[in-house]
């Protein structure tokens, strides 16, 4: 079944669009607050259509994402009690008890190591909020761990150039599809609360 390949295809005709900085902006706020899907889908084939930017297009998902990540701590710790039931409902819960786990005892360590894991980054702001996590600990700690993921993405496309750009349409089935994969048995992993 192809799923991912006509989806990457529409996603980089959006890279090309006039206003796809400001969907790659909204993206990134959004998925660190309450949004389920990753910025890095867009950022990746924006990259591929113009490297030149890269660099550029790394800086606005980090700021962009830094801002939602400080939105998602607003809600933890104002509206936890009023989310809490979204939580269950989408499924979040067990991640959101495995967020809190892990800033019990990581602290400021786990919002770094959360820009690079598969939980939603959302979980870990909403929960820095709830617990009250030192604030600008928080931002430092994801303005470097949200950074260096989007920057990583951006260099990764610029390294790999044109061979990148042939790259990925090729093989963005088995990619997706290995994420996927990988995305349910890391939540599995922590439903079962090891």
């Known amino acids: 079944m192809r799923l991912f ?23 990134s706020f959004a998925e660190s607050s ?4 990753p910025p890095d889908v867009m950022l990746a084939p924006m990259c591929v259509a113009d490297r030149a930017s890269a660099w550029r297009y790394a800086t606005i998902t980090t700021i962009a994402s830094l801002l939602g990540g400080v939105a998602g701590y607003a809600v933890g ?12 409902d989408m499924g979040y819960w067990p991640a959101y008890l495995k967020g809190k786990e892990w800033f019990d005892n990581w602290g ?10 598969p939980i939603p980054y959302k979980i870990f702001t909403i929960s820095a909020g709830v617990v009250v996590l030192n604030f600008p600990g928080f931002v430092i700690a994801s303005l470097i761990g949200r950074g260096a993921r989007f920057f990583l993405v951006a260099g990764l496309v610029v390294a790999g150039g044109e061979r990148m750009e042939a790259f990925l349409p090729k093989y963005v089935e088995r990619i997706g599809w290995i994420t996927v994969a990988l995305v349910v048995v890391v939540g599995a992993y922590f439903a079962i609360g090891r």
């Open 34 to 37: 309450f949004f389920p899907i």
């Open 77 to 88: 710790y104002f509206l936890f009690e009023q989310i809490e039931p979204w939580l269950h």
């Open 108 to 117: 400021i360590w786990a919002v770094f190591v959360a820009g690079f894991s």
């Open 5 to 27: 390949g006509p989806l990457y295809d529409r996603v980089l005709g959006w890279a090309r669009h006039p206003h796809a900085v400001r969907y790659l902006g909204g993206l």
